[in-house]
């Protein structure tokens, strides 16, 4: 696994904005952070060294993505328990 500087929440392997990250730890220099990612679409996995905000802001965008999908599902879970469709 390589490591360089790269857009993070875009692969580079085939332009995929779906990349997320599997592990994220601080780097030894303690001013930098380590994310190793993956993207679903190709297969690609490598790592980035970020700064602190921008793994931050990553992450909090993967908990919007995260809470965006699962809000998603419970309206279809409660449209077929109800048998109504939900407002949204």
């Known amino acids: 696994m390589g490591m360089e500087s790269r857009p993070l929440i875009v ?24 994310i190793e990612r993956c993207c679903p679409e190709c297969e690609h996995t490598d790592s980035v060294i970020c700064g602190v905000a921008a793994a931050e802001a990553w992450v909090r965008r993967e908990q919007r993505i995260q809470l965006e999908m699962l809000r998603q599902v419970l309206e279809l879970e409660l449209e077929d328990i109800l048998g109504v469709p939900t407002l949204g």
């Open 11 to 34: 692969c580079p392997g085939c332009s995929s904005r779906l990349i997320y990250p599997v592990a994220i730890e601080r780097h030894p220099d303690a001013r930098r952070i380590v």
